[in-house]
């Protein structure tokens, strides 16, 4: 039996108004930060539970303790604590390591990466998001987080090149200007997108001989792709 059309109307807006609701949700459930990898390390005493709700937009906090990357605006997404110490894992970060981290919506990687690191810093693409992430990075006493632009970094006084670098966001092309940032045998992580549209993890370690390329997942960020040419 065909419905009135006034109730099908009804029914179309019910089921859009359920899909604007439950949109953060469907929009995680495609990501996959590492395939195959659960291993989550300890958190830093430091960093309290509901830390990356801090840095999320209010209506996305409800969602801060599900395992799904969340986007938030100006092309960015928060990913998972699980995914950030698996980043961490790879790239060999300890209390010794200095990091760079190059992307969108980079406040609550560097506040984990911070938590293990000697120091870390953060070039944001998106530099409306920076007065929020200094301020909380202030009330979680993390004095070892620095920002600066992507040209200036070359020329930071007293920096030779980065041990760990992680590029926060998917990518079609890593440029020479983000390679070099790389200290001779340290690592760069960063997700690579393909002519198909996938987005693998790949991990580059900066040997003597030149660089040692290995996969290190799938991933898909929410988001604009990085152009490092802008």
């Known amino acids: 039996m065909k419905l009135p059309i006034i109730v099908e109307s009804m029914l179309l807006r019910r089921l859009a108004y359920v899909l604007l609701i439950l ?11 590492v395939h195959g990898q659960t291993e989550t390390g300890p958190t ?43 980043c961490s894992e790879l790239l060999g970060i300890n209390p010794e390591t200095t990091v760079l981290i190059v992307g969108r919506a980079t406040g609550y990687a560097a506040a984990i990466l911070a938590a293990k690191a000697e120091r870390v810093y953060v070039v944001e693409l998106a530099a409306g998001l920076l007065e929020n992430y200094g301020n909380i990075w202030r009330e979680l006493g993390l004095d070892n987080i620095e920002t600066a632009g992507l040209e200036s970094i070359p020329n930071l006084p007293g920096l030779e090149g980065f041990d760990a670098v992680l590029v926060h966001g998917v990518t079609e092309k890593l440029p020479p200007r983000i390679t070099a940032l790389v200290s001779p045998g340290g690592s ?37 792709p990085i152009s490092f040419e802008d």
């Open 44 to 86: 830093p005493p430091e960093l309290t539970p509901n830390l990356r709700a801090r840095f999320l937009p209010e209506n996305l906090r409800q969602f801060a303790d599900t395992g799904l990357f969340l986007p938030v605006p100006q092309d960015g997404a928060v990913p998972t604590e699980d995914f950030l110490v698996r």
């Open 188 to 224: 760069l992580l960063v997700p690579l997108l393909d002519a198909q549209g996938v987005q693998e993890m790949v991990l580059l370690v900066r040997r003597n001989e030149g660089w040692e390329l290995s996969p290190a997942g799938l991933a898909f960020f929410p988001a604009r």
């Open 23 to 33: 949109s953060p949700l469907l929009w995680g459930l495609f990501i996959f930060p």
